[in-house]
Nanobody, 124 residues
Framework: QVQLVESGGGLVQAGGSLRLSCAAS????????MGWFRQAPGKEREFVAA????????YYADSVKGRFTISRDNAKNTVYLQMNSLKPEDTAVYTC?????????????????WGQGTQVTVSS
């Protein structure tokens, strides 16, 4: 497992942008598929985006496709989530997660390391 710490959340107006970061401990970061999930008040946690080990493959939830971009820097042990054209319905706690799987997955139970989460609030 790896230790994960998110940063970059905050309050932004609709249409604005934020970039979330997730820093991982350890020297094996490049062996993990990384994902971002979010949980809005009163709702279940949902998949947002995932990126393969080398960063060459990405996958997005339909609700964020074309607005969010996931990327990673294995030299810095960090995964990012660039969020553009934010909407009030994007308001949630965003959490990064890691899985030792070889391939991308959207299933939460496949991820075995989780961060604490960072709050993103989008005002209308």
């Amino acid at each position: 497992q790896v230790q994960l710490v998110e940063s970059g959340g905050g309050l932004v107006q609709a249409g604005g942008s934020l970039r979330l970061s997730c820093a991982a401990s350890g020297r094996t970061f490049s062996t993990y598929v990384m994902g971002w999930f979010r949980q809005a008040p009163g709702k279940e946690r949902e998949f947002v985006a995932a990126i393969g080990r080398s960063g060459g493959i990405t996958y997005y939830a339909d609700s964020v496709k074309g607005r969010f971009t996931i990327s990673r820097d294995n030299a810095k042990n960090t995964v990012y989530l660039q969020m553009n054209s934010l909407k009030p319905e994007d308001t949630a706690v965003y959490t990064c997660a890691a899985t030792p799987r070889w391939t991308i997955t959207t299933e939460m139970n496949e991820y075995n390391s989780w961060g604490q989460g960072t709050q993103v609030t989008v005002s209308s």
